[in-house]
């Protein structure tokens, strides 16, 4: 494919949560992310497809401070963030989670669920031993808050397992909800359904889709069209490190440049 | 005594096998109890005793802050425990290099700072990095440690150790091996609530994700190298008071005891109490200490002098041994940790119906069926 091919995303959106700046990355001569300029508008489900190895985990952990860019700028709600560790970026309402779901080893799925809020007072030594009261005012509306929101996705009912216990999908889910427990102002979803069966990847779809109508900005990564194309608008499609266009699902769907991506691009 | 019993049922012991491990530990302190009523063990013997192993429970429960709630790998326990027992020795001893003589309290202030000070030197250019840092900066802060109160004979008077160290509190209406038996319980009880407090809490919570998963932690906004800073500050402070403990303990300090064996019959303790746990932390220091004081005595045994071995050298492999039968027996030490890390007076209210009072996770399934989950 030659590089004409490579439209980009669409720029100079309304009202934009999240921009990227011609970000680049390189692992060693392999270029991973290269000129990567997209926004994301508030409000929105985003998609982000593209085939293996396109490099959009890299886009994520670029964006989220994971991995250190080699140029380029990351703009949340018009600040830029370039400079800040993954966990500033992350009170800057810039949350986001792992395509691999992370287990926390002896901790109860409501334990996991209380890492979420942030920053809590009892997270302060001080707190615990001089406004005590604070803390267990904050902590009570944490815990119910945990139990609502574990309810409301349906999987009430773990809420005392070890969370070493869930299967994939459940880890997904409190994945999603714990996220969302940080009041984020757009979060960043890795894979929300791989390996997950259908029956909980069309909840996990409802839920997204629930959140998204009460506010909630979304970027996500897929690699189940069906599921993306069913959730996202607008998408963006990335191939080989650049944003190959940004559209519409029908508009990806039908694009000669995507379907040739996929096929293994590499064409004469 | 019912109220103790539903206390002692509710909050020490909390599976079968916990049941057990506490009657072995209790028919043990009756032996011990009767023995001294019969005149086979000495009081002063056995207080001395009682006295070491709570001074190896609070560097226990100073590890246990580090590997056992943030996961940090610290290879310098005999460290900062040396600075804790050089500070209270430097500073109090008359006969010291600097012959101070001041009182105690000067001692343990100044073992709590310069032990923080030095936490927080090795912390900052490791606890950014990946967990090996710390690991390998430990061990050379040990060594290092160790070289400069072998060399620095000026202000520590090197190989030849220091003397004269004042007893703690001696106008108490007690003898000096049950004052510092007591003041060792005293200890022990503070920072045994100390710890109890800020565990289980959102403090404790961040480090137990910390531990597990630190990147997540990242990911959901906690400034995990602050959180790990705190953790080995804290952990270091309670080792350093430990040491200057130990001083005022043994009234006597020379840098051999400053040697990586003390780090590792720690590190030992804690594993085999159960990570994570500060009653495991104290039991840990307790049977691993009694493993190394009791084999002392294995050669005068009369049947041992007849098969002609000396079993004394081999108390290394004991404690070898009885780690592996843990391990295989109950994988996560004595006793593991049980509590939810959530602040508990949030939880009476606002928990679900379905939460048991006493430790929400069901790891009494875990710990006992050998689960390879965990
Ligand atoms: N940490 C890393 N070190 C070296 N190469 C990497 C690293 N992360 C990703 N890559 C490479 O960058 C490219 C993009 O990977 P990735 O972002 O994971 O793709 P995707 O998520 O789109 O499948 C791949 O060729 C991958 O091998
Ligand atoms: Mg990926």
């Known amino acids: 494919m030659n590089d004409g091919a490579y439209e980009g995303a669409h720029l100079g959106k309304d009202d934009v949560v999240l921009k990227t700046t011609d970000l680049e990355k390189a692992f060693g001569g392999l270029v991973a992310t290269d000129g990567v300029s997209i926004e994301v508008e508030r409000g929105t489900i985003t998609g982000m497809i593209g085939p293996n190895g396109a490099g959009k985990s890299t886009l994520f952990n670029l964006i989220s401070g994971f991995y250190e860019n080699d140029a380029g700028h990351v703009t949340v709600n018009g600040e830029d963030v370039t400079d800040l560790e993954p966990h500033e970026r992350a009170r800057k309402g810039l949350v986001r989670t792992f395509q691999t779901p992370r287990r926390l080893e002896g901790m109860s799925v409501r334990e996991a669920m209380l890492v979420g809020p942030g920053p809590q007072k009892g997270e302060s030594i001080f707190s615990l031993f001089f406004s005590g009261s604070d803390v267990t005012e904050e902590e009570r509306a944490n815990i119910e808050q945990t139990r609502e929101l574990l309810e409301r996705f349906e999987i009430g009912h773990l809420i005392d397992q070890p969370s070493t216990d869930l299967s994939g999908g459940q880890m997904k889910l409190v994945e999603l909800a714990r996220a969302f427990t940080t009041d984020p102002d757009?979060?960043?979803?890795?894979?929300?359904?791989?390996?997950?069966?259908?029956?909980?990847?069309?909840?996990?779809?409802?839920?997204?889709?629930?959140?998204?109508?009460?506010?909630?900005?979304?970027?996500?990564?897929?690699?189940?069209?069906?599921?993306?194309m069913d959730l996202a608008d607008p998408i963006i499609v990335l191939d080989q490190g650049k944003v190959l266009m940004e559209g519409s699902p029908d508009e990806v769907r039908s694009d000669d440049r995507v379907i040739e991506a996929y096929l293994g691009g590499a064409g004469p | 005594m019912s109220a103790v019993s539903t206390w002692v049922s509710e909050t020490l012991v909390r599976d079968p096998t916990e049941r057990r491990i506490f009657a072995v530990l209790g028919l043990i302190t009756v032996l011990l109890v009767v023995g001294v009523l019969t005149g086979v063990i000495g009081p002063r013997f056995l207080l001395f005793q009682i006295a070491l192993v709570g001074m190896y429970a609070l560097l226990s429960l100073g590890l246990n802050v580090q590997w056992g709630y943030a996961g940090l790998i610290n290879f310098s326990v005999a460290a900062f425990w040396g600075i804790g027992a050089y500070c209270a020795a430097l500073l109090t001893a008359p006969n010291s290099p600097l012959g101070l003589g001041l009182h105690p309290v000067f001692g343990f202030l100044a073992a709590i700072v310069v032990s923080a000070f030095i936490a927080v030197l090795i912390g900052i250019p490791t606890l950014r990095l990946r967990e090996d840092y710390l690991a390998i900066a430990s061990l050379g802060l040990a060594e290092v440690i160790r070289a400069i109160i072998l060399n620095e004979r000026q202000w520590t008077a090197g190989s030849s150790g220091i003397s004269g160290i004042p007893n703690l509190m001696s106008w108490l209406p007690l003898t000096d091996a049950a004052t510092t038996a007591a003041i060792v319980v005293v200890l022990i009880a503070v920072v045994y609530l100390f710890l109890r407090r800020v565990h289980r809490s959102p403090w404790g919570r961040v480090l137990r994700t910390i531990r597990s998963d630190?990147?997540?932690?990242?990911?959901?906004?906690?400034?995990?190298?602050?959180?790990?800073?705190?953790?080995?500050?804290?952990?270091s402070v309670i080792m350093a008071v430990a040491g200057a403990f130990y001083a005022h303990l043994n009234l006597y300090i020379d840098p051999s005891d400053l040697v990586p064996l003390t780090t590792f019959y720690i590190w030992i303790a804690v594993i085999l109490g159960g990570t994570g746990s500060n009653r495991g932390a104290v039991v840990g220091a307790a049977v691993v200490i009694a493993i190394r004081e009791g084999t002392r005595f294995l050669n005068d045994i009369g049947f041992i002098q007849t098969l002609g071995i000396d079993l004394a050298p081999l108390r290394l492999l004991f404690v070898g041994g009885l780690i592996i039968l843990i391990m295989r027996f109950r994988q996560d030490g004595l006793l593991p940790p049980k509590d939810e890390l959530i602040w508990p007076a949030a939880r009476d209210e606002s928990s679900t119906g379905g939460a048991s009072p006493s430790g929400a996770v069901p790891d009494g399934g875990t710990a006992s069926n050998g689960g390879d989950d965990r």
């Open chain 1, 186 to 228: 757009i979060l960043l979803l890795d894979e929300p359904v791989a390996g997950v069966n259908p029956t909980l990847a069309n909840d996990i779809k409802r839920f997204i889709r629930e959140l998204n109508e009460e506010g909630q900005t979304f970027l996500i990564i897929e690699h189940d069209m069906p599921f993306i």
């Open chain 2, 214 to 235: 630190e990147d997540l932690a990242k990911a959901l906004g906690k400034n995990t190298y602050q959180f790990k800073m705190q953790a080995f500050v804290i952990g």
